[in-house]
T-cell receptor, first 115, second 110 residues
Framework: ETGVTQTPRHLVMGMTNKKSLKCEQH?????MYWYKQSAKKPLELMFV???????ENNSVPSRFSPECPNSSHLFLHLHTLQPEDSALYLC??????????????FGPGTRLLVL | QKEVEQNSGPLSVPEGAIASLNCTYS??????FFWYRQYSGKSPELIMF????GDKEDGRFTAQLNKASQYVSLLIRDSQPSDSATYLC??????????FGGGTRLMVKP
């Protein structure tokens, strides 16, 4: 498989559930990103990992917990979410944060609905 | 606050016309500029990037950059209904994160 993949593609969860989103990139990149995209709002950067180290946490509530076990995999663990967290969650990757190239490639996204 | 501004649209053009999408940015230190296309319900797809002042052409797409005016645009020649999507402008300055605009919705009418 090529590019950036995300699973699941769709997720419905209750506010007391715990779930995880998975992202995998097959591009040999070293930087990975989580974005949130809500209706009629710009892309919101959530987290950045560069060479497995978290370099950005954009004031994201603790009910979102990222994990990056290696440069190819990125997870977003979800617990006790709120209905306003319903959105499209996008994973992206780029060569790395120090190469000067910020060309980011996106996965297909996970459409999350919190009931 | 580093900002990237786009007119939300919709921008409506007839099939075969040239669609012109505009983007302004606030950070004078910005070095890299990207255009993404996003179909409804799908993820952003990179169309083009540009680093230097002037024009860069790729098929029916032309990106134009004017750093003095802090302005980047995307021209789509011979617009097709399949070009109907939201176009996102993204700007990067060294040491900073990639910043996205809110996107312009383009509608190409047959």
């Amino acid at each position: 498989e090529t590019g950036v993949t995300q699973t699941p593609r769709h997720l419905v969860m209750g506010m007391t559930n715990k779930k995880s989103l998975k992202c995998e990139q097959h591009l040999g990149h070293n930087a990975m990103y989580w974005y949130k995209q809500s209706a009629k709002k710009p892309l919101e950067l959530m987290f950045v990992y560069n060479f497995k180290e978290q370099t950005e946490n954009n004031s994201v509530p603790s009910r979102f917990s990222p994990e990056c076990p290696n440069s190819s995999h990125l997870f977003l663990h979800l617990h006790t979410l709120q209905p306003e967290d319903s959105a499209l969650y996008l994973c992206a990757s780029s060569q790395d944060r120090t190469s000067g190239s910020e060309t980011q490639y996106f996965g297909p996204g996970t459409r999350l609905l919190v009931l | 606050q580093k900002e990237v501004e786009q007119n939300s649209g919709p921008l409506s053009v007839p099939e075969g016309a040239i669609a012109s999408l505009n983007c302004t940015y606030s950070d004078r230190g910005s070095q890299s500029f990207f255009w993404y296309r996003q179909y409804s319900g799908k993820s952003p797809e990179l169309i083009m990037f540009i680093y230097s002042n002037g024009d860069k052409e790729d098929g029916r797409f032309t990106a134009q950059l004017n750093k003095a005016s802090q302005y980047v645009s995307l021209l789509i020649r011979d617009s097709q209904p399949s070009d109907s999507a939201t176009y996102l402008c993204a700007v990067h300055a060294a040491g900073n994160m990639l910043t996205f605009g809110g996107g312009t919705r383009l509608m190409v009418k047959p």
